[in-house]
């Protein structure tokens, strides 16, 4: 089976990559905490083996944390940014036109 652009859509879905650049545009820093995420799990990997005396367990535990804090910083940082463009700039722009 051969996938071609003569393929049927419907018109109101888009596909998968459509959506994903939509979310992205969005909320920019969720690809971030993403990619944080991939890079903070990939260097415990790497360390993986030269942990020292400390258990496996704890290891992974310690990965998973910051891979997680980086994820949530991401997020609060992007909900703190709309929170900024809501609740500041917006009230400002509207003072300034009356």
Same mark, same amino acid.
């Given at each position: 089976?051969?996938?071609?652009?003569?393929?049927?859509?419907?018109?109101?879905?888009?596909?998968?990559?459509?959506?994903?650049?939509? *979310?992205?545009?969005?909320?920019?820093l969720v690809?971030?905490?993403?990619?944080?995420?991939?890079?903070?799990?990939?260097?415990?990997?790497?360390?993986? *083996?030269?942990?020292? $005396?400390? *258990?496996?367990?704890?290891?992974?535990?310690?990965?998973?944390?910051?891979?997680?804090?980086?994820?949530?910083?991401?997020?609060?940082?992007?909900?703190?940014? $709309?929170?900024? *463009?809501?609740?500041?700039?917006?009230?400002?722009? $509207?003072l300034t036109?009356k």
């Amino acid at each position: 089976m051969s996938t071609s652009k003569d393929s049927w859509t419907p018109e109101g879905e888009d596909g998968v990559s459509e959506k994903l650049q939509r *979310k992205m545009r969005a909320s920019p820093l969720v690809p971030v905490g993403i990619a944080g995420f991939a890079v903070v799990a990939a260097y415990g990997l790497y360390r993986l *083996k030269a942990r020292g $005396s400390i *258990k496996m367990s704890v290891h992974l535990i310690h990965t998973r944390v910051a891979a997680q804090a980086c994820v949530v910083g991401a997020t609060a940082v992007g909900a703190m940014y $709309s929170m900024y *463009k809501e609740y500041v700039l917006k009230p400002s722009q $509207s003072l300034t036109r009356k």
